[in-house]
């Protein structure tokens, strides 16, 4: 089996699974949701993405459609269901409800919980991306994983159409992160990136990249950049779930980074070692 799905005590094959048209998420995506690797029947950072998950839940003032504990189960069931040679993306969400429309939250509304996991190949780090800069018009709860992303889907088009993997969200200048992958660089050899605070999302990755980082003696820094600092940084990284800091190759047509090839492959190596040791590959 390649695709599993769950909505609301049912299990099954995704395409069998049915949600009520009054589902919030449907109508206001008044939801959350979080995302992990799945391979070798293992979930990547589990532990990691619930905690997330679940603060985004507290964030939104959505209650909890069950303990922790008994969703890190029902995930780690779910993983267990798909072939485990592939590796696959385990995807899951939590909405207010289902409910007649009302802007209001519902009285008398439980939170209904969605997960899934579908094929996807991790991406290739050695292959270097392409990257365009969109200015950053999202609202400024950008640290809540909630189902909002319009300005996200519109901005990854505007990289499709112009032949390129991710974009580069700015505001006023300052870097803030991509559509769907957070935003790296190593500058006079320090790994690089933006604080954590309301403009971006607290990335498991990034997280993992600093810890890597610390422990390789690579000088960090958490600080506001500007695009003029990207664009003459010694490398570029994207970083997210399925892309463990592929370096970038040009930034709106222009070439950037390739000054720091071993800094690079020394933390692509150890984030490498770090995922297939939890996976047992």
């Not at 200048?173 to 660089?185: K, Y």
């Not at 990207?230 to 463990?244: I, K, R």
Request: proline residues 7%; charged residues 20%.
């Amino acid at each position: 089996m390649t695709d599993i799905g769950y909505y609301d005590g049912q299990i099954g094959p995704i395409d069998t699974l049915k949600a009520p048209i009054t589902d919030r998420a449907l109508y206001f995506g008044d939801g959350v949701y979080d995302a992990a690797v799945c391979q070798n029947g293992r979930l990547f950072a589990l532990d990691e993405h619930l905690d997330r998950f679940y603060d985004s839940l507290r964030l939104l003032r959505i209650p909890a459609p069950m303990e922790k504990s008994r969703l890190s189960q029902l995930l780690c069931d779910l993983a267990g269901r798909v072939d485990p040679a592939h590796s696959y993306l385990c995807y899951w969400q939590a909405s207010r409800g289902a409910a007649p429309r009302s802007h209001a939250f519902p009285k008398n509304s439980a939170p209904k919980l969605m997960a899934f996991i579908q094929l996807m190949p991790l991406d290739d780090v050695k292959k270097p991306m392409r990257l365009i800069t969109v200015p950053d018009t999202r609202f400024l709860h950008c640290n809540i994983k909630t189902l909002n992303l319009i300005p996200n889907v519109m901005a990854y088009q505007q990289a499709v159409e112009h032949g390129c993997d991710e974009v580069v969200f700015h505001r006023d200048g300052r870097v803030t992160e991509g559509a769907h992958s957070g935003i790296a660089m190593f500058r006079g050899g320090v790994f690089c990136t933006p604080p954590l605070d309301a403009y971006i999302l607290p990335s498991i990755t990034r997280k993992h990249c600093l810890q890597l980082c610390e422990q390789l003696g690579i000088p960090t820094s958490q600080q506001p950049f500007t695009l003029e600092e990207l664009m003459t940084a010694d490398e570029v990284l994207v970083l997210s779930t399925g892309c463990m800091g592929a370096p970038v190759a040009s930034i709106d047509g222009c070439p950037v980074g390739g000054r720091a090839p071993q800094l690079l492959g020394q933390l692509q190596r150890a984030y490498w070692k770090k995922y297939t040791q939890q996976m047992q590959l």
